[in-house]
Nanobody
């Protein structure tokens, strides 16, 4: 069973930056897409950023120009660089990997943007 472990969340002031990491416990073959989702208090989970196996990326309109998704295949890790953070970015962030046969989720990491 593959486990995804997120790290890098925390408390940051508005305008600050955080970098999230999501490491897989072992190599996942036949990955179709990797992504980050978030769930804010009282809201539904939403897609933040995604990257296909071919490297194409897509972002939620609310984070375009501020967040960047990337990956390191050798480390089985996907990253989310978050800049110019806003209070409305406060949420639990989850990484997601869609394989040919299974979909994997991390346990979530809290990001709080507050002064």
């Amino acid at each position: 069973q593959v486990q995804l472990v997120e790290s890098g969340g925390g408390l940051v002031q508005p305008g600050g930056s955080l970098s999230l990491s999501c490491a897989a416990s072992r190599k996942i073959f036949s990955i179709n897409a990797m992504g980050w989702y978030r769930r804010a208090p009282g809201k539904q989970r939403e897609l933040v950023a995604t990257m296909t196996s071919g490297g194409n990326t897509a972002y939620a309109d609310s984070v375009k120009g501020r967040f960047t998704i990337s990956r390191d295949n050798a480390k089985n890790t996907v990253y989310l660089q978050m800049n110019s953070l806003k209070p409305e970015d406060t949420a639990v962030y989850y990484c997601n990997v869609v394989g040919s046969y299974s979909t994997y989720w991390g346990q979530g990491t809290q990001v709080t943007v507050s002064s």
